[in-house]
């Protein structure tokens, strides 16, 4: 069974960063296509960010410049780099694990952007 663990989040000032972090267990994390989503009050589930097994990424356009993803094969972990922050980012993040026809989801880490 795989298991996600999110972890990195809280609450930080406009403007300040974070750095999220996805552990991986029970499996070899380099086969998975990740991804992160966030979940925002009162809105559905989006897209974030991806990263291929082959490292490649992808962004939504509303975070383009400010969030970076990266991958650590042997340390089994994804991270999300998180710039420039708005009150906007304020969201539940999840890491999201795909290879084939398996996906599993993590649990969330919550980011609250508040002055």
């Known amino acids: 069974q795989v298991h996600l663990v999110e972890s990195g989040g809280g609450l930080v000032q406009p403007g300040g960063s974070l750095r999220l972090s996805c552990v991986a267990s029970g499996t070899i994390l380099s086969i998975f296509g990740m991804v992160w989503y966030r979940q925002a009050p009162r809105k559905q589930r989006a897209l974030v960010s991806t990263?291929?097994?082959?490292?490649?990424?992808n962004y939504a356009d509303s975070v383009k410049c400010r969030f970076t993803i990266s991958r650590d094969n042997v340390k089994s972990t994804v991270h999300l780099q998180i710039n420039s922050m708005k009150p906007e980012d304020t969201a539940v993040y999840y890491c999201?694990?795909?290879?084939?026809?398996?996906?599993?989801w993590g649990q969330g880490t919550q980011v609250t952007v508040s002055s």
């Open positions: 990263i291929t097994s082959s490292f490649v990424t």
């Open positions: 999201y694990a795909n290879y084939r026809r398996e996906f599993f």
